[in-house]
């Protein structure tokens, strides 16, 4: 057992609040441990003062003065929780930023295809299309063609 459960032990026993299996393990570990019973013993010699002496009553005036500073403090816990929190989530907000920010960098722009990326992506033949609208045998066919595909290619290098 350690020493430093023991000493928690030792006042729970002088309080006389500590169970007896505990008790049985810590009187066995006393056996053993020569500082927890130097401990031991200066825990009953400070009791044994302390229960000498009489009981003080408190000053005129001290509950008067404390009481106020207890109304206090339960006001100011829910700040201090608040507190506490947002003291741990600013270091994890500023990691997802740098996070997001990083994956903004690293990912690649989407941009649009041109005309020619996507016949070539449908496995379409550019200049065969070029050549249907040139072999349009409507002249007003073929000029209409010709506006919407200069219109397209407009469109396409502007962006």
Request: include cysteine; charge should be positive.
């Amino acid at each position: 057992m350690k020493c430093k459960r023991v000493e928690t032990w030792l006042l729970l026993s002088l309080d006389g609040r500590l169970d007896e299996p505990s008790q049985a393990l810590l009187a066995e570990h006393l056996k053993d441990c020569p500082s927890c019973r130097r401990l031991e013993a200066q825990y009953r010699s400070m009791l044994g003062l302390l229960r000498r002496e009489p009981e003080t009553a408190p000053l005129p005036g001290f509950w008067a003065r404390l009481e106020p500073r207890l109304r206090e403090e339960r006001k100011a816990v829910p700040l201090i929780l608040w507190e506490r929190w947002c003291l741990r989530a600013i270091p994890v907000f500023l990691v997802l930023a740098v996070i997001a920010a990083g994956l903004l960098i690293v990912t690649p722009q989407a941009r649009e295809m041109s005309q020619s990326e996507a016949l070539l992506l449908e496995n379409a033949n550019p200049i065969s299309e070029t050549r249907a609208l040139f072999e349009e045998q409507r002249t007003e066919a073929r000029n209409m063609m010709l506006i919407f595909a200069s219109a397209d290619a407009q469109r396409a290098g502007r962006r």
